[in-house]
């Protein structure tokens, strides 16, 4: 996964690479529902090599990366001073 910042919105990527083809989903956090349903559209379009397996790949993958993130925010949540 990788990110980068453009007029103050992190966008970020999935790239699944398969033999010779390269496929990469670019999105911005918070899209990952619109991400999801690219992925799915994909999967249903007989023009590319994508497959369900390619989707499941890739939704895993992005899961994956949500969990992290949801980890790192309630280890520093547990750094801040409790409340009197």
Do not use: C, H
């Amino acid at each position: 996964m990788r990110q980068n910042m453009r007029m103050g919105k992190l966008k970020r990527q999935l790239v699944l690479n398969k033999g010779a083809e390269k496929f990469i989903f670019r999105y911005e956090q918070g899209g990952e529902d619109e991400l999801l349903d690219a992925l799915v559209e994909q999967a249903k379009s007989e023009a590319t090599n994508f497959d369900w397996f390619d989707a499941a790949v890739l939704s895993f993958k992005l899961t994956q990366t949500l969990i992290g993130k949801a980890d790192d925010l309630l280890r520093s949540g547990n750094d801040a001073p409790a409340a009197p």
